[in-house]
């Protein structure tokens, strides 16, 4: 059961009060349908000499209403007592009890039921009514060959008006009752309330082909097998012309119960189905807040409050997504997202950068920590755009330092020559950065490596991490260490130099014994370029 809220989900639901009203015109509307066929039947297509004068008959029709109409009063009155409840808390803002909110919510989804109930008893009610009345003081009860099966014929006539009648009074008050479904359930969970009579789509279509369909043709071959085991009529014309009306009579009224229930059944399906379409073209164009009013309890609630999940979990998905990619660069979140993480790696051959800004420490300490997030959050908004115009992804922040790799988990063809351009952009960054700011210009250093590593996922089961681990990495933040004693803001490695595309401006800084490695390395300062093409 979902928590109470105090207003509806749809602020454009009727009030509560005009709702109220709806349920008591449509019980009134539909059975006068049924009184009207009745008696027109009874009077004018079959008579039964009823007398619509001060009469003991029209006395009798009169108070037999009356009493019908009280009793079924009465029922509903009882049956909308914590509906009611609840619906004047919503009208005053305020939320419904827990208690007071589940049972209101069963009542609300069972409303169109027991209302078609108490139409189905009051005609069922009548139909024993009139029959008894009919056989003992009706107009012919005195008659000579009046027996039973003529005032039973009373009771099957009033108690068919009475079930055409239920079947209005049902599909009519799911229409009504599906506009108060935003004030019980203003977050959905229909299919959660227990104890709800549920009529699938294929039943409610079923059970309108037979009202509509097969029903008529069995009533009109009853009719006329009735009249053809009658004993023959001294005029056989005028016979067959009162059967002919007979027949017409229940057709037309057959017609008008197939255009109103066809109509109110066509309706409860195909406003979902539009809803439905209307929300997924909103989420194709991308929009993932749209959610579908959940109004009914069937196949097509169902599957509004699953589409509402999955908007949900779709919308959940794009802002893990997004959250994600503040952490690592899109691209590495999609590339994990796209692959669920297992642990394990695969070799491949990358580009390494790493930065380092020069004399940062010194920079800090006359900050205050505020001071050094905002400076930094300043600086790195400068330096990534700068690796990602070159397809490079920036894998980590280490205090004032950025690690960028190249060709991994993306594949990057010449990603040494794109790692060089990145180092080249960062530079033109860093100028544009110090431009911006007072104070003593902020240097940086940049050093490139290329050469095999192991891409992927490394940690346990419970905190895993993307990462590119290997000697190259290592060294890459070695060449980087260079820049300060050389002096060059961006050197390159021998490696890097071996796999550019591109003609750069490059100075030979000779090689130079590195922490961890035996043998020295062979360094490169970039000073300008690409110039040319390399033939």
Partial sequence: MTDPAPQPANPAAPPPDRLSLRTVMVQIVANQVGVFFCVTYFMYVEPLNFTLAWSRDLAVVVVLCALLFALGTVMAVRWERDMKAAWRLFRQGRPAPKDLLARAQGRVLNWPWFSALISLQNWFIAAVAMTIYNYFWGPQAAAAGYGPGQSLRVGVGILLAGVASAAIVYFAQVEVIRAAIPWFFPQGGLSQVQGVYRLGVRARLSMTFLMVGLGPLVLVALIVYHHLKAPPSPDPGLAAQGLMIIIFYFLAGAAA?????????????ALPVKELERATRRVREGDLSVRVAVRDTDELGSLAESFNQMTAGLAE??????????FVTPAIARAILANPPRPGGASTEVTVLFSDIRSYTRLSERMSPGEVIAFLNAYFSHMVPAVEKHQGL?????????????????????????A?????????????????????PVRMGIGVHSGPVVAGIIGSQDRMEYRVVGDTVNLAARVEGLT??????????????????????????????????????????VQGGPAALRS
């Fill in 257 to 269: 119960l197939a255009l109103v229930l066809t109509a109110l059944v066509a309706r409860s399906v």
């Fill in 317 to 326: 998905r794009e802002r893990i997504k997004e959250a994600f990619g503040r």
């Fill in 394 to 418: 920036v894998y980590q922040f280490v205090g004032d330092a950025i690690m960028a790799v190249f060709n991994a988990p993306l594949a990057t063809p010449d990603h040494a020559t794109l």
């Fill in 420 to 440: 060089v351009k990145a180092g080249l952009e960062m530079l033109k960054a860093l100028e544009r950065f110090n431009a911006g700011r007072s104070g003593e």
């Fill in 484 to 525: 300060k004693k050389l002096g060059a803001p961006l050197i390159i490695s021998q490696a890097t130099r071996q796999r550019l595309s591109l003609e750069f401006a490059l100075r030979d800084l000779s090689t130079h014994a590195v922490k961890g490695r035996q043998e020295p390395v062979r360094v490169f300062a």
